[in-house]
């Protein structure tokens, strides 16, 4: 089991710990969107991204850092905390983030010990996660900097899914298909909130609302 985990992510690099506090949000904000991340490769939503992460009983203080490449040579975020959480207020859309926890003691070989990182990748769709089917999965998602709506169907079941906007009041969107795999380009669509209607075979339809950000 890696020692991180996720619940949870342009902009310039923040080097110093008052530019690192522009990025951090009030940990008491009731806005936060959590995701729980025990696997990599995850897209979330580019705003109010909780990191968690697991104790060490020989750290006092935990050195957080996020970074836009795997090597940690363009650090974005580079800070102390002694909490087991950071909450990030925004993150650019469409780029893959690293991120990692270096503790404040050294092994013998003069190398930080328990630095293995975790990454993930943001959009600007937020989609509402209270409802999931287990079968046909709504992923945000993007290809070439294009927003877009995955769905991720292995199973290979029949479905209808319809998209209507909420504020135009009209379908965008609507097919009836078994493939495994299926995007739905919402780049040129307005912003705004929309209505992602899903129906499997003969079951009940799984309605999940979503919004397309400005950023």
């Not at 989609?127 to 199973?155: A, C, F, G, H």
């Not at 009836?176 to 899903?198: A, C, F, H, M």
Request: charged content about 25%; overall charge neutral.
């Amino acid at each position: 089991m890696r020692f991180l985990s996720l619940i949870v992510f342009s902009f310039f690099a923040f080097q110093t710990e008052s530019n690192a506090q522009k990025v951090l949000q009030d940990f008491t904000s009731n806005d936060v969107q959590e995701y729980l991340l025990p696997e990599e490769n995850k897209v979330v939503f580019n705003q109010n991204i909780e990191l968690k992460w697991h104790g060490n009983l020989l750290s006092k203080s935990y050195n957080l850092q996020v970074a836009t490449d795997k090597n940690f040579e363009q650090k974005i975020l580079d800070t102390f905390t002694e909490k087991q959480f950071c909450v990030i207020k925004k993150l650019a859309r469409h780029k893959n983030y690293f991120w990692r926890i270096v503790h404040d003691f050294k092994n013998i070989n003069n190398n930080y010990k328990n630095t293995e990182y975790s990454f993930f990748k943001t959009t600007s769709i937020h989609m509402d996660e209270s409802r999931k089917n287990t079968d046909v999965s709504l992923i945000p998602s993007w290809i070439d900097n294009k927003e877009l709506i995955y769905i991720d169907n292995p199973e290979k079941l029949e479905y209808a899914v319809t998209v209507i906007s909420l504020e135009e009041k009209c379908k965008k969107f609507s097919r009836k298909t078994n493939t495994e795999k299926q995007s739905i380009l919402t780049q040129d669509w307005p912003r705004g909130r929309y209505i992602v209607d899903l129906k499997i075979g003969d079951r009940s339809n799984q309605v999940t609302e979503i919004t397309l950000t400005q950023n």
